[in-house]
């Protein structure tokens, strides 16, 4: 439990490092929905996004997210992009595009 915890941290430094000083978003998605999202995409057995996960990604860039599909930055996370790209299909929004 406690590195899950400091991946947690990890994640939420290098977002706010990444979204800049003044933005606490990357992506318009806040660092809690990013957060909310991070057990469905870490293998080897990712759980359903939840309700605030998809909720979060709806609002998303989802251009700027496709940027990091292949980011070496997603697996030093343990985030498998394979399972970040399943998503938005998993969430049930239909005008997420192809990446």
Do not use: H, W
């Not at 933005?23 to 359903?48: D, R, S, Y």
């Not at 609002?59 to 940027?67: E, G, H, I, T, V």
């Not at 599909?69 to 049930?92: F, V, Y």
Request: aromatic share 4%.
């Amino acid at each position: 439990m406690e590195s899950l915890y400091k991946k947690i941290a990890i994640v939420s430094v290098l977002i706010v490092i990444l979204g800049g000083a003044t933005a606490q978003t990357i992506c318009n998605m806040t660092v809690m929905g990013l957060l909310e999202c991070k057990l469905a995409v870490t293998p080897p057995n990712p759980l359903p996004p939840t309700a605030n996960c998809c909720s979060a990604l709806a609002q998303a860039d989802f251009k700027c997210l496709c940027s990091y599909k292949d980011s070496r930055i997603l697996p030093s996370l343990g985030i498998d992009p394979i399972l970040a790209m399943q998503l938005p299909e998993k969430c049930k929004i239909t005008n997420a595009p192809k990446c």
